[in-house]
């Protein structure tokens, strides 16, 4: 395997590169240094390479279905055709894939963002967690829609990505405060509006996200606070229509305690689900839609035919 594309799989394990949109491009990136630089001879040997590069890109996040719809989809080009083309027409392929996808993925943040932007009321107070690109996006437009409004960012143990959030919004100009994870509840009532990310979004509509995700939507809930997750329809996971479980990563211990004492057990999921009872809506590239929809609408967008 090409040392870049290795770098790659090592920057998404370690979280060097983090968050749904970030870890479908750099794989997207790594598949076309793959076929960029393969010595394949023939049309099978390439498709075969190239199937094992994305195998091994998407097992670096296991709760990643925005980077394995996108890989696969680069791969079912080749799929196609493989009669027709020799080895570089065929690596030319995945190339252009992945720089138009990463374009349309740009132009669907934009839409995205305008339609987030505008679900924030003036003078509100918006809870976040973890680090979404997606929602800081958002948070972004409103700033440049001229809405006064400030933010929580949860810090999300054991990795802080909540600091990245911070950071990066208090850097844009936004009135930003980083509080622990358990101070959930106390600012959930002085809230408006959350906003989080997505990893995932079942057919059932449920959303996979950060660990603390679904504590931070039952609170809501129960203070009537509208729960929106921002979600691209390409982070649809498609092996959830026949009933399979969106698998949650379990990372390592050692995040949570290093040099634990030996009889304390530890665990650390990454992700958990929220059902699609406590989401008010997802928005997405195509408007802000109920969770109901979300499964008709990225079906629609990743040409998934069920009944063929
Ligand atoms: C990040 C996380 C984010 C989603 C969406 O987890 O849960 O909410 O990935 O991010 P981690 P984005 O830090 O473990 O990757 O909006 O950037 O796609």
Redesign the pocket.
Known sequence: MHRDVKKIIGDIKS?KI??????AKAALGGLAIAAKNSKAKTASAFYKEMRETADLLSLS?PTEP?MRNLLDEGLHFIEQRMKQMDISGLAKLIVNHEEETVKKMDDDAKHLAQYGAKLIPDNALVLTH??????TKILIEAKKMRKKFSVVAFETRP?Y?GRVTADELARTGIDVTLAVDGAMHLFMKKADIVI????SVTSRGDLI??IGTATLAHIAKSNDVSFYS?AELSKYSPMTIFGTREKIEERDPKEVWDRAPKKVKIRNP??EATSAKYINGYITEIGVIPPESFFAMATQKLGIKLYE
């Open positions: 979280l983090q968050g749904a949109r970030n870890v996040r925005m973890c680090h979404s690109s997606t929602s990795r990505q989080v990310g997505a990893d996200n950060k921002a990454a992700f």
